[in-house]
């Protein structure tokens, strides 16, 4: 190895909570005496994770165990094989390791006999920690490198009640894929890897995965309160609730018809038809000539007023 950077937890966070999870499918080949005798409690199994060592020379099987807080009913049953994810708690002075998942998630693969499938560098791992030291492993025949850094972890432990702390070395190899990823990788920095367990370094007790992503994490934020719109506010069932419909004191005026512009400005107004006048004959008729004078006198008739009806005298 060269190129190693000193140990620097400038930036780790204060709170410590940065699990190790894992994700296969195990086979039970043991399953052992519950916890206790209570309905529920902690109910446990051996299995194995393979490996097919780093270089691929070093095929291995850990032994384990997997653990579950379920009833008789729910409890995995031997020589089966599951598809599950569970918590990984490795033990920092040796191999063992426990796994802690639910047990209601779980899906039975088959038997030990009729499962066909590979297992051998097909855990996959998603690790949460703090980057604590990373090296540089030269590639034979090339200028290349892979990075190998080492995170810490802390995580809960349900049967002890308290917290466990271990650490996970993980290794980026200089594909056209994570090549630019190296440079990403910083001590101190808060790190999720994805990736797969394929060794057990016995000198330092450390797992080995090998990683295909990487997130580097931003660390805590604080929050400014932003206001909240009206329409913004959730109900206990988790519904938006919509806006109130408000109405403005004082609405616009709109324009009424007589306002409105005429849609058709071409040619001349018309004129209105001229009032129709009518004259009162003599048993208060209105006709439209004047009746004939008496002789020897002018007419007397009255007009009819402007702008009424003329009727039309019932005389022959």
Request: charged content about 25%; glycine content about 6%.
């Amino acid at each position: 190895m060269s190129k190693s950077t000193s140990k620097s937890m400038s930036n780790a966070p204060v709170r410590k909570s940065h699990s190790f999870m894992v994700s296969s499918v195990f086979e039970v080949s043991e399953t052992l005496p519950p916890a206790d005798n209570r309905a529920y409690t902690y109910r446990g199994s051996t299995v194995a994770i393979t490996c097919s060592g780093w270089e691929g020379d070093n095929e291995q099987e850990y032994d384990g165990d997997l653990i579950a807080y379920s009833s008789a009913t729910e409890a995995v049953m031997e020589n089966h094989c599951y598809s599950l994810k569970a918590k990984m708690l490795p033990n920092p002075e040796n191999a063992d390791y426990k796994l802690y998942f639910e047990a209601d998630h779980k899906i039975l693969v088959g038997t030990s006999e009729t499962f066909a499938g590979e297992l051998h560098n097909n855990t996959a791992a998603s690790g949460f920690g703090v980057v604590t030291s990373r090296q540089e492993i030269p590639e034979p025949d090339t200028e290349d490198v892979t990075l190998a850094f080492v995170m810490s972890h802390v995580d809960y432990n349900p049967e002890l009640r308290d917290y466990v702390e271990f650490e996970v070395e993980y290794r980026i190899r200089p594909t056209i894929k994570l090549k630019r990823s190296q440079n990403i990788i910083q001590d101190g920095k808060e790190t999720l890897v994805h990736g797969f367990i394929v060794d057990w370094d016995p000198e330092v007790n450390r797992w080995i995965v090998e990683v295909t992503a990487i997130n580097v994490a931003s660390g805590h934020e604080v929050l400014s309160k932003k206001r909240q719109d009206a329409g913004s506010k959730v109900t206990p069932t988790g519904r938006v609730r919509p806006a109130k419909h408000v109405t403005q004191s004082s609405p616009t005026p709109t324009a009424g018809p007589s306002k409105l512009p005429s849609a058709n400005k071409k040619g001349k107004k018309r004129q209105p038809p001229p009032e129709e006048e009518g004259y009162f004959d003599e048993k208060g008729n209105i006709v439209m000539s004047p009746p004939p004078a008496p002789e020897g006198q002018p007419s007397k008739a009255k007009r009819a007023p402007a702008g009424r009806a003329a009727k039309k005298s019932k005389l022959g």
